[in-house]
């Protein structure tokens, strides 16, 4: 079956510099959340959209901003970093409001940023 | 607000069983439970929904109390691939976000 696929798997980027991370849903799902994971820590909640529309919004930087696409992708720029940026950033996808199921929440392999 | 989570690190030897408790200060909508290994993913276990539902799959089992206020993840007769860090994940409700727990690591050994 079709996970949800993140790109790039590995980015090593200089202090400062700007990194977009790309993610694309499993298909017919909706509903795009991204999470930051530093090391040792759980998962913390950056942002996410519902039907292109931003749904909520956790822990992002304001040097950090996100869209979902027509098609239902998603990217996650991320301006200016820092060395504390450094971390696995998930993105995941699930069917949205009115599936009267309870969100599953689906992740992607994640990608490795590191900052330098 | 993070659920809290216990025990933070268990060691089990293979065939033991565990308990992993997740709290939260209020009823929640639902609650999930994930397994992640170093460098991966989180993977999906299960959802419970309902108060006092119970749910479960080979020998990993759920449950919601009555209140949904806390659940517990219960594994019987660990094996070695059981090893990892545990999430509960509480969310609101709708299309809101799951917010994790403290995590639980778990480590299985022969």
């Known amino acids: 079956a079709a996970g949800v696929i993140q790109s790039p798997r590995h980015l090593i980027k200089e202090k400062r510099e700007t990194a977009t991370l790309k993610c694309y849903p499993i298909?017919?799902?909706?509903?795009v959340y991204w999470y930051q994971q530093g090391p040792g820590q759980d998962p913390q909640f950056l942002i996410s959209f519902y039907e292109k529309m931003q749904s909520d919004k956790g822990s992002i930087p304001d040097r950090f901003s996100a869209q979902q696409f027509s098609d239902y992708h998603s990217e996650l720029n991320m301006s200016s970093l820092e060395l504390g940026d450094s971390a696995l950033y998930f993105c995941?996808?699930?069917?949205?409001?009115?599936?009267?199921?309870?969100?599953?929440?689906?992740f992607g392999e994640g990608s490795w940023l590191t900052v330098v | 607000q993070q659920p809290v989570q216990s025990p933070q690190a268990v060691i089990l030897r293979e065939g033991e069983d565990a308990v992993i408790n997740c709290s939260s200060s209020?009823?929640?909508?639902?609650v999930h439970w994930y397994r992640q290994k170093h460098g991966e993913a989180p993977v999906f276990l299960m959802i419970l929904l309902k108060g006092g539902e119970q749910k479960g799959h080979d020998k990993i089992s759920a449950s919601f109390n009555e209140k949904k206020q806390q659940s517990s993840l219960y594994l019987t007769a660990s094996q070695l691939s059981y090893s990892g860090t545990y999430f509960c994940?509480?969310?609101?409700?709708?299309?809101?976000?799951?917010?994790f727990g403290t995590g639980t690591k778990l480590q299985v050994i022969p």
């Open positions: 994940g509480i969310n609101s409700g709708g299309y809101q976000k799951v917010t």
């Open positions: 995941a996808s699930s069917l949205g409001l009115g599936q009267g199921l309870g969100n599953t929440i689906y």
């Open positions: 298909p017919r799902h909706d509903t």
């Open positions: 209020k009823a929640l909508y639902s």
